[in-house]
């Protein structure tokens, strides 16, 4: 007589160790050594397990999918085990820690799109002030260079003002805080004196790195354009004190 499942009256055969219908366990498997009647000690589900461990990464957007897709299939396969799987409430607190973390990422991207363009205009704010200053110490060196070489007179050599101790670090490379800078118009006069020289100063990525442009001569006059236009700068920029 072909033996039946005690539960849903399935046909099995007699090597089965649970009912393919309904998952009974129709009787104790080798490895297991529990005594007739007793309950049989079930397992906890690795994928409920994966889904709380990854939902733990709550901020972490990839580690929130993986979360979610464990945790529906460890319910699923919890649902399907009759009794022989547990970790529902694990599955449950993965699934809801990955929502969490998925519903996070729009509040996220709202708070990166109102910041991001403070940071960069702070940023550039910043850059702007230091190539003011590096322009007026640029202004100080030349006319202290051309004071301690008066046949010489001016320079447009950025090293000369180095080497005289006059400018040092990034300022003497010629670029410092996303700002160029430059010295130019050295000609010199019949006397072999030079009585002339220029500064500017640009950003070195316009409206990445700095916005404004800026200025000076030997008369003394310091001056920015707002559009960065270094020889808009020079014909109709706007005098600083």
């Known amino acids: 007589m072909t033996p039946v499942c005690p539960a849903c009256g399935n046909p099995v055969g007699a090597d089965e160790t649970f009912c393919r219908v309904c998952g009974r366990q129709l009787k104790a498997t080798r490895h297991m050594a529990a005594p007739a009647g007793s309950p049989t000690a079930a397992d906890t589900s690795g994928k ?25 299939l460890s319910l699923s396969d919890i649902k399907k085990s009759a009794g022989r799987l547990t970790g529902r409430g694990l599955a449950i607190a993965g699934l809801l820690l990955g929502y969490a973390g998925v519903a996070f990422i729009p509040i996220v991207l709202i708070v990166a799109a109102i910041a991001i363009p403070n ?53 003497a490379q010629g670029q410092k805080n996303g700002y160029a800078f430059a010295l130019s118009g050295c000609d010199p006069e019949p006397s072999g004196r030079i009585e002339h020289y220029r500064i500017v100063a640009y950003p070195v ?35 600083l004190e």
């Open 48 to 72: 409920a397990i994966a889904s709380l461990v990854f939902g733990l990464f709550l901020f972490f957007f990839p580690f929130s999918i993986v979360a979610i897709i464990f945790g529906h």
């Open 119 to 171: 940071v960069l205009r702070a940023r550039m704010a910043a850059n702007e002030s230091s190539a003011l200053a590096g322009t007026r110490t640029l202004m100080t060196a030349a006319m202290s260079y051309a004071s301690g070489h008066p046949e010489e007179g001016y320079t447009c050599s950025l090293s000369k003002l180095a080497q005289a101790d006059l400018i040092a670090g990034a300022l």
């Open 205 to 239: 990525r316009e409206n990445q790195t700095g916005i404004r442009s800026f200025c000076a001569d030997d008369s003394g006059a310091l001056k920015t354009d707002a559009a960065g236009s270094v020889q808009k700068c020079f014909d109709g920029g706007t005098n």
